[in-house]
């Protein structure tokens, strides 16, 4: 089971397909692992090399009681690229791993050939859902995920995926690998990038080619935080996927491969 250690000494768990001369890494969403990438590590490993780990927290990356925060949560995706020495890469990061993402951008830009972010946000969390995150939190620790699990589905899916009968075997799969989470660290890790700061005005300086994503139906980080994002970011590509909520790359995964590969391929060109 292929890690890497980071400098606090904590292990990130990551998988590796393709021999593609350029790289792509997946960085995934709060709450889930590398796995809601499995159909883009499919469609991406005959062209890229594809690396997708997991935060430490989450996954099978190592599960500390401290040692959290959002600069925390950056140092470790800086550490992977490293580690790996696969610099410069196309960075493809949801929710969490588009915190991540953003920060390298204009920060280590040298590390980056490109940007992908999908449902996520550069501001900073709002006062009420601060506070329902909070009571979320308190719930997790005091009564376990399963009272929270239904919550939860909400926040990570749309109500297309919610409701299809078709789509019961997913969602049931989903309620279990979310409710497997360890507890004492997903409430760290959430008060870590949910106490993230504003990042709108660094990304007025990224030059990257970007691209963002994001669910028609995304309750966590709707398609508004979205277009604020591409209007920052001069000559982002943004593309809205219905049916789908937070975690697209599962929902409608076809359509969000094909988006993908048009991105990457149109770099290559």
């Not at 980056?112 to 997790?140: C, N, R, W």
């Not at 963002?212 to 982002?236: F, M």
């Amino acid at each position: 089971m292929p890690h890497i250690r980071v400098d606090d000494g904590q292990r990130l768990h990551y998988v590796e397909c393709g021999h593609g001369d350029a790289t792509v890494v997946l960085s995934h969403s709060y709450l889930a692992d590398h796995r809601h990438f499995e159909a883009q590590i499919e469609a991406l490993a005959p062209h890229y090399r594809v690396l997708a780990f997991d935060h430490r927290g989450h996954g099978k990356s190592d599960k500390p009681a401290h040692g959290y925060s959002m600069e925390r949560i950056y140092a470790d995706g800086v550490a992977f690229v490293d580690a790996m020495d696969c610099a410069p890469v196309h960075w493809v990061g949801l929710s969490t791993g588009g915190f991540v993402g953003m920060r390298i951008a204009f920060r280590r830009p040298e590390l980056l050939s490109s940007l992908v972010l999908m449902d996520t946000d550069a501001g900073h969390e709002q006062a009420i859902p601060q506070i329902k995150y909070q009571a979320l939190f308190v719930a997790l620790r005091t009564l376990g995920f399963g009272p929270v699990l239904g919550a939860a589905m909400r926040a990570m899916f749309g109500r297309t995926f919610l409701r299809d009968p078709t789509r019961a075997a997913e969602r049931e799969r989903w309620r279990t690998r979310f409710s497997e989470n360890d507890i004492i660290a997903l409430v760290a890790f959430g008060k870590a990038i949910f106490g993230r700061d504003d990042v709108i005005d660094p990304l007025r300086r990224v030059t990257l080619p970007t691209l963002v994503v994001v669910g028609e139906e995304d309750q966590s980080t709707p398609p508004a935080k979205a277009r604020r994002i591409a209007a920052a970011i001069a000559g982002a590509r943004l593309e809205v996927i219905p049916r789908a909520g937070h975690l697209c790359t599962v929902e409608e995964p076809e359509r969000v491969n094909r988006i993908l590969l048009d991105f990457l391929s149109g770099l290559a060109g």
